[in-house]
T-cell receptor, first 109, second 112 residues
Framework: GNSVTQMEGPVTLSEEAFLTINCTYTATGYPSLFWYVQYPGEGLQLLLKATKADDKGSNKGFEATYRKETTSFHLEKGSVQVSDSAVYFCALSTLGTRFGAGTRLTVKP | DAGVTQSPTHLIKTRGQQVTLRCSPKSGHDTVSWYQQALGQGPQFIFQYYEEEERQRGNFPDRFSGHQFPNYSSELNVNALLLGDSALYLC???????????FGSGTRLTVV
């Protein structure tokens, strides 16, 4: 079945460090891929998306590229800020979106 | 423009009871999906409704059922509640599927 596996957390970084959160997927067909973010005390928000192979989604300095050959959609940011502290969820969509378990990121000043 | 609205925000029920949760999708959205999120876990897909039909279902028992109305709003019903049904129930709406969801704030269900 369709599923998403993302790196386990928690991840703790210093401000301005480089961030990578790994995500791989298993799916039949050609799903759309997403990253959602959940800030403390808030609901889930769509961060970025990619709908076909080699597409790059980007938003708020975050990027992720849809890699069909490696079935991956890793999230990256060049310089994290304290305000990026949140839980990040990778997800894929094929008639109902499936989510990964989430990766908690803490950024320290 | 109102986003996704869920009611109630919190609910306490006794084991064996039945519960109905409600969701109004974002204006312009026609697809409603329901999720169960346990503490510290990712959302687990329950089912998706489109054009008043259940289009896809996750690995949840038949105790979980739903409905979508002509105005695209939706209900999630859970019968014979178990302690393990205690969780945050999230409703998400979208325009068809594959374009990304808008989530509601959820209903926190506690079964005692």
């Amino acid at each position: 079945g369709n599923s998403v596996t993302q790196m386990e957390g928690p991840v703790t970084l210093s401000e301005e460090a480089f961030l990578t959160i790994n995500c791989t997927y298993t799916a039949t067909g050609y799903p759309s891929l997403f990253w959602y973010v959940q800030y403390p005390g808030e609901g889930l928000q769509l961060l970025l998306k990619a709908t076909k192979a080699d597409d790059k989604g980007s938003n708020k300095g975050f990027e992720a590229t849809y890699r069909k050959e490696t079935t991956s959609f890793h999230l990256e940011k060049g310089s994290v800020q304290v305000s990026d502290s949140a839980v990040y969820f990778c997800a894929l969509s094929t008639l109902g979106t499936r989510f990964g378990a989430g990766t908690r990121l803490t950024v320290k000043p | 423009d109102a986003g996704v609205t869920q009611s109630p925000t919190h609910l306490i029920k006794t084991r064996g009871q039945q519960v109905t949760l409600r969701c109004s999708p974002k204006s312009g959205h026609d697809t409603v999906s329901w999720y169960q999120q346990a503490l510290g876990q990712g959302p687990q897909f329950i089912f998706q409704y489109y054009e008043e039909e259940e289009r896809q279902r996750g690995n949840f028992p038949d105790r979980f059922s739903g409905h979508q109305f002509p105005n695209y709003s939706s209900e999630l019903n859970v019968n014979a509640l178990l302690l393990g049904d205690s969780a945050l129930y999230l409703c998400a709406s979208s325009f068809t599927d594959g374009y990304g969801y808008t989530f509601g704030s959820g209903t926190r269900l506690t079964v005692v």
